[in-house]
């Protein structure tokens, strides 16, 4: 995967193409390494617990990352909208529109990435479902 980094984006890697090649030849070469690939083969290929709880924290930080660039690019583009209304027509204010129309979505997606049902709730749906199937 690195060798494809750095293939793709040069400038993100730290080790130039050549060196990552001549690493991983080197591993690939050596079994007593603990990640060369005859030791890695006989792992499990399930994500452990810590991989999934690191994939589930990254995927929420994305969530969140993503909901505030939501909500900025809200806040520069109704700002613009209500200056442009404002030096153009200032008896119509159309800009109150958007505005709202925006907001709501920008409420649900805010409410889709912090709000969160309490554990027992959720367990108790999924035991109900669990149920319908029998």
């Not at 591993?27 to 452990?48: I, K």
């Not at 660039?69 to 613009?80: E, Q, T």
């Not at 409410?111 to 367990?123: D, E, G, I, S």
């Amino acid at each position: 995967m690195l060798q494809a980094l750095c293939a793709i984006v040069p400038a993100f890697c730290r080790l130039p193409l050549a060196r990552a090649q001549s690493q991983a030849h080197l591993g690939a070469c050596n079994p007593d390494r603990p990640d060369s690939p005859s030791r890695t083969s006989m792992r499990q290929t399930e994500p452990s617990i810590s991989d999934q709880t690191r994939l589930d924290a990254m995927r929420r930080v994305n969530r969140k990352l993503g909901f505030l660039r939501h909500l900025c690019i809200y806040l520069l583009v109704n700002a613009g909208l209500l200056i442009l209304n404002l030096s153009t027509s200032r008896h119509v204010l159309w800009s109150l529109g958007p505005l709202l129309g925006w907001g709501i979505g920008l409420l649900f997606h805010a409410l889709n990435v912090f709000a969160h049902f309490p554990t027992r709730w959720k367990q108790a749906m999924l035991e109900r479902e669990l149920r319908r199937d029998r």
